[in-house]
């Protein structure tokens, strides 16, 4: 498994993934490509979600909680900016709603052309859960523990340049 990395303080993107063609799970052999943001403060989920996505061909940076994730939006260079954010819920200094609320609010003021992806990582898995993260702001659901097949088709949906429509 790779290392656990975590933002530089500078909220460049520090690791990459190598991963060989043949491990990638995806159906067909094809693999997913971009840059996620994933905002996990449980060391065991961190690991598994960047071994699923690394798998997958992806790159990420992991943060620990909602305030890193919106610093690292807001403040980070937008040509090392992540292509979707996989959001817990539940995690220290900021949750995941006020997190997603104040990027979504960040991309309103700014005038973003493109809404950053924002789904919604989290053992909470009852339908007012899904809407509260809607109301929140995020684009998607996906409950833990995370199922690859899942995984993939959300990724697949809202990455950039995906083969599945949205």
């Given amino acids: 498994m790779p290392p656990l990395h975590k933002a530089a303080p500078d909220n460049r993107r520090i690791d990459e993934c190598a991963v060989p063609a043949q491990a ?7 693999r997913l490509q ?3 943001l994933v ?3 449980n060391p065991i989920c961190a690991k598994v979600i960047q071994t699923l996505l690394c798998e997958q061909g992806l790159t990420l940076t992991l943060v620990g909680d909602g305030q ?3 610093e690292a939006i807001l403040h980070g260079r937008p040509d090392l900016g992540p292509d979707l954010i996989l959001m817990d819920l539940q995690m220290p200094l900021l949750d995941g709603y006020a997190a997603t609320r104040r990027i979504r609010q960040w ?6 052309q493109r809404r950053l992806p ?3 990582l989290t053992a909470h898995a009852f339908e007012q859960d899904r809407q509260r ?5 995020m ?5 833990k523990p995370v199922l690859l097949p899942v995984l993939q088709a959300a990724l697949a949906r809202w990455l950039p340049g995906a083969s599945q429509t949205r």
């Fill in 24 to 30: 990638t799970g995806h159906p067909g052999g094809a």
């Fill in 34 to 36: 971009g840059h996620l």
């Fill in 39 to 41: 905002a996990e403060d």
């Fill in 68 to 70: 890193q994730a919106v």
């Fill in 107 to 112: 991309e309103t003021e700014t005038g973003r």
């Fill in 118 to 120: 924002i789904v919604a």
């Fill in 133 to 137: 993260c809607m109301d929140a702001g």
């Fill in 139 to 143: 684009d998607d659901f996906l409950s």
